[in-house]
């Protein structure tokens, strides 16, 4: 017995006036910069910290937003590799900071075996007291580097590399692509080291010790010699970085290129290492960057770099500039007006204290989660 639809049942129902439209956000892919100024942005803002319980919320937040936003694509698997990353230099600081570290004031935790180095070593101490003052100091200077790093592998696991080759200037170019590559070193590691391992499993491969990891090792540089072969091979086919004229670049562009590196190195100097020097510094800094503009235009009108399906920068990109710019600010002006939070005494310790200010640092780390689409299912 077939079922007959009704002209009133097939007509689609219009919403109701007044009803929140319950559709899902589209999905849309970010622009692999913006993933960056979010993340220097966050990294800026840790690097002005040392309280282990806003360092830890950060970190977390920043994982919560790789999470909900990354793809399935090879490299979004790489935060996972940077946290281990982070934990390995937490753990090696705190060992070297017991073995031979030079901050020992403070109260004696315990005291370990004391070994004479000859001469040539003076000046290196292995062993003594170990302190609570130099444990602490170690630890959240350490807690600051693992976020960091933590937020280096985010925008590693959020930005698409293959994409934010494509926005870079043409003069850039050759940079961009040695930048790339060793950006994409890491999550092509992981992934080839994923595939030789479902592999090995498929074939019932059970060993381990040393061989196990010979059997993993010699497959991962084989496959990644392999693509890179491949990859500069597509490169060479479709022309990428060839120029419009096999001519030298100029010594006008030579020249102010050399300049500007000169005067934003001298400007920079003087702003960061001399008082009172702020109207040289800003116009050494000013008049080097005019000269980069110029001399990196006219060095990028010789290459013959193409783009194919540019990506658009709308409002979620926009919304990752200003919580990046939002979190550094947030986080200066939590250090300038409550400096006890922001950075507690290590000597004599004090127990790290929290203040309703840094919600604004945890909003504008969090923004992404409210302020841009998630990623399209099938991106990879």
Known sequence: MTRSVTREQAAPVAPAIGVADQRPRLRRSIHPMAWWVWAIGCAVAVSLVSNPLLLVMVTGLVWVVVTERRTRAPWARAAGAYLVMALVVIGIRMVFQMVMGVNRTGAVLFSLPRLQLPAWAAGITLGGPVTVDGLLYTLYDSLRLGAMLLCVGAANALANPKRALKAVPPALYQVSVALVVALSVAPQLVESVQRVRRARRLRGGQGQGWHAVRAVVVPVLEDAIERSLQLAAGMEARGYGRTHAQEPVGRLVTSCLLGATTLVTFGTFLLLGIPDSSPWSWLCLVLGLLLAWFGLRR????????????????????????GALAAA???????????????????????????????????????????????????L
Do not use: I
Not at 299 to 322: I, K, N
């Open 329 to 379: 600010l947030a986080t200066a002006w939590l250090v300038q007006a409550a400096p006890a939070v922001a950075n507690p005494s290590t000597s004599p310790p004090e127990w790290p204290m929290l203040d309703p200010r840094v919600l604004t640092v945890l909003a504008a780390v969090a923004l992404p989660l409210v302020g841009t689409p998630r990623p399209p299912k099938d991106e």
């Open 299 to 322: 060095s990028g009108q010789r290459l013959a770099v193409t783009r194919y399906r540019p990506d658009a920068w709308g409002r979620p990109e926009w919304v990752l500039c200003f």
